[in-house]
């Protein structure tokens, strides 16, 4: 298990809160913003191997469709220029004058905003910005960082706004738990359960239908922020109870001053990278 340091939360916040437009995160805030650091991009080609400009492709499973339980199901935009994106940043993203994190800032794009990407720019940092026409004519860029090639939509629990891949929304099954389907079918993205702090279990609750926890096999997991609150994050491969499908669970539980939130995805392991999308573009109640 990995325990977050509260010390190296504010300068990585800082950093991020450049391009993200955040207000800074309180635990005793109503809502907080989650965010999860670490690499989230994809790159998806056409059937025969060619990107096609326009196109898309509904992602399927690692497994070679062998295993539709585990897949994440997302229709992406071929990873061509120009193509759409939608922002998930849970406080919008700032577009920039230049591709810049010191550039003027024109304006801030909200959570859910669909964007038709002209041009791309790597800066030596590593950093990938991507140039968009406003809606007053304007130029301006924006990192790809809180960019995904997918819609998305907002779904919400009692505790929790997420914004999912279109198509899944969450299905209470009891008084603090719930969990995301895709079109009200079995396929479950991801379990949430939350409760008053005090009385949150040593270890998160195993949902229905995954194997005991007994015979989870634990994997390296790159270290992870999520907002500026208590967290820790740990992934796990499993095979399916019934199925047998291969599949990587991620476990982050998140804590304010007074609950703490249990967030369980399960997904093949091509797609485990869309947890970081999530996160971004969570806010707890």
């Not at 207000?23 to 650091?37: C, E, G, K, M, T």
């Not at 193509?83 to 010191?102: E, F």
């Not at 997918?150 to 999912?164: F, Q, V």
């Not at 891949?165 to 009200?184: L, R």
Request: hydrophobic share 40%; charged share 15%; with cysteine.
């Amino acid at each position: 298990m990995t325990k977050l340091e509260l010390a190296a939360w504010g300068l990585v916040i800082a950093l991020l809160g450049a391009e993200v437009g955040l207000a800074v995160f309180r635990p005793w805030d109503h809502h907080v913003a989650l965010s999860l650091s670490g690499s989230h991009t994809s790159s998806l080609v056409s059937a025969n191997g060619s990107p096609s400009p326009g196109a898309t492709r509904l992602v399927t499973p690692s497994a070679g469709a062998k295993c539709p339980d585990v897949v994440v199901h997302r229709v992406e935009q071929l990873d061509t220029i120009p193509r759409s994106a939608w922002v998930h940043a849970s406080d919008g993203v700032n577009v920039r004058a230049a591709p810049s994190s010191s550039a003027t800032r024109l304006t801030t794009l909200a959570t859910g905003t669909q964007l038709n990407l002209q041009a791309e720019q790597t800066n030596p940092d590593g950093s990938t910005w991507y140039r968009i026409r406003l809606s007053d004519g304007r130029d301006g860029w924006l990192t790809g960082r809180y960019t995904t090639n997918y819609p998305i939509s907002l779904a919400s629990t009692d505790s929790l706004k997420i914004w999912l891949p279109v198509g899944y929304q969450f299905q209470s099954v009891a008084p603090g738990k719930a969990e995301a389907h895709y079109k009200s079918g079995p396929v479950t993205l991801l379990y949430v359960e939350s409760g008053v702090k005090d009385q949150a279990p040593t270890e998160a609750t195993v949902p229905t239908g995954l194997p005991p926890r007994a015979t989870w096999t634990a994997r390296s997991v790159e270290q992870v922020l999520v907002g500026d609150l208590p967290a820790t994050d740990r992934a796990f491969g499993i095979r399916l109870a019934g199925s047998g499908c291969p599949a990587l669970v991620h476990e982050v539980r998140v804590t304010t001053t007074t609950r703490y939130y249990d967030l369980i995805f399960v997904l093949d392991e091509s797609s485990s990278s869309v947890v970081a999308q999530l996160l971004d573009s969570a806010t707890v109640q």
